[in-house]
């Protein structure tokens, strides 16, 4: 037998056994002594008038600026396709100021009395969420495009 074993026999066991029980439900008793003796109480609980608590001013101005700059983005990047030779295909855009990115699609060119134009649906993702537009951009008579139209949907 080993010294460890020797060192208990049968007869101690049952004495060590019954201490840890004994220490466990002091251990568990203590706590609830503490509630009961009349600790903590919702009754005697008082509002701590330190912390102050307010919210950011909103900016209404910021989405309407990231709106306008992505509305920029998107007539340069219609203004400056091969509508030829993207034979239907989208065109990606990302605006890096905003964050926001999209594709262009259902791009068409048409010349209406002397007028070209750029027909078009962009999608527009960004921080607050995804949208679907409908514009058209027309080549002016000093040779820039100018947007005519730029919808939400």
């Given at each position: 037998?080993?010294?460890?074993?020797?060192?208990?026999?049968?007869?101690?066991w049952g004495?060590?056994?019954?201490?840890?029980?004994?220490?466990?439900?002091?251990?568990?008793?203590?706590?609830?002594?503490?509630?009961?003796?009349?600790?903590?109480?919702?009754?005697?609980?008082?509002?701590?008038?330190?912390?102050?608590?307010?919210?950011?001013?909103?900016?209404?101005?910021?989405?309407?600026a990231d709106?306008?700059?992505?509305?920029?983005?998107?007539?340069?990047?219609?203004?400056?396709?091969?509508?030829?030779?993207?034979?239907?295909?989208?065109?990606?855009?990302?605006?890096?100021?905003?964050?926001?990115?999209?594709?262009?699609?259902?791009?068409?060119?048409?010349?209406?009395?002397?007028?070209?134009?750029?027909?078009?649906?962009?999608?527009?993702?960004?921080?607050?969420g995804v949208?679907?537009?409908?514009?058209?951009?027309?080549?002016?008579?000093?040779?820039?495009?100018?947007?005519?139209?730029?919808?939400?949907?």
């Amino acid at each position: 037998m080993s010294r460890i074993a020797q060192a208990f026999d049968s007869r101690q066991w049952g004495v060590i056994a019954s201490a840890s029980v004994k220490a466990v439900v002091v251990m568990l008793a203590l706590p609830l002594a503490g509630c009961g003796a009349g600790g903590f109480s919702l009754e005697k609980a008082d509002v701590d008038r330190s912390i102050i608590t307010s919210s950011a001013p909103s900016s209404p101005a910021a989405p309407a600026a990231d709106k306008d700059s992505d509305q920029t983005t998107i007539g340069n990047a219609v203004s400056s396709a091969d509508v030829k030779e993207l034979g239907g295909q989208a065109v990606p855009w990302a605006n890096a100021g905003t964050g926001s990115r999209g594709a262009i699609t259902e791009l068409v060119e048409l010349k209406d009395g002397g007028l070209t134009c750029r027909r078009f649906s962009a999608t527009r993702e960004s921080f607050d969420g995804v949208a679907l537009y409908k514009g058209e951009l027309c080549l002016a008579e000093a040779g820039g495009w100018r947007m005519q139209e730029f919808k939400a949907l």
